[in-house]
């Protein structure tokens, strides 16, 4: 459900843009619904189109086109693991297949209490910094061997006090 605060933050990124260019906030406007609710919804897109007078069906094609909004559920914690080229030779798989197995998932799945979401991504522009993970769509995280894997795990589930 769309609060009117979260209708403010959209006038406030509205407001960034001319009169006629408004359609320019859309995608401010979902990332502040995935903030909020963790994913965009059929009925929040619904609320952003009315809101930036524009089509569902546009604002749909907006989240559907960039992998960065979430079209469902996803656990509270939200890992991006890098398997393009770069980082695949750089041991990307086997990062992304080492949280498979300390999480008991599978690429794409949330776990049974609902704190992890894994996923792969698409270039995040470190490749030098290779194997590479996003959590949560804002903290980069570089040379993830299985260790600091672990250590990120063992770190967000302490901080959930589920150590």
Excluded at 24 to 35: G, N
Excluded at 143 to 155: V, Y
Aim: a negative charge; proline letters at 3%; aromatic letters at 6%.
């Amino acid at each position: 459900m769309i609060t009117e605060a979260t209708k403010e933050r959209f006038a406030r990124e509205v407001a960034k843009y001319p009169a006629d260019q408004k359609q320019s906030a859309v995608m401010a406007c979902l990332s502040i619904v995935q903030q909020e609710q963790g994913w965009v919804s059929a009925e929040s897109e619904a609320v952003i189109a009315e809101v930036l007078g524009m089509p569902e069906i546009a604002v749909h094609e907006v989240t559907t086109f960039y992998n960065m909004y979430n079209q469902q559920p996803v656990g509270k914690y939200k890992l991006n693991v890098c398997t393009n080229l770069p980082c695949q030779l750089r041991d990307g798989y086997k990062a992304l297949h080492h949280l498979e197995h300390r999480l008991g998932v599978k690429m794409g799945e949330t776990t049974a209490d609902g704190m992890f979401t894994l996923q792969q991504s698409e270039c995040l522009g470190a490749c030098a910094d290779s194997p590479v993970m996003l959590v949560n769509d804002r903290h980069m995280c570089s040379f993830m061997s299985n260790e600091k894997l672990d250590e990120l795990i063992a770190d967000l589930k302490a901080a959930e006090g589920k150590a």
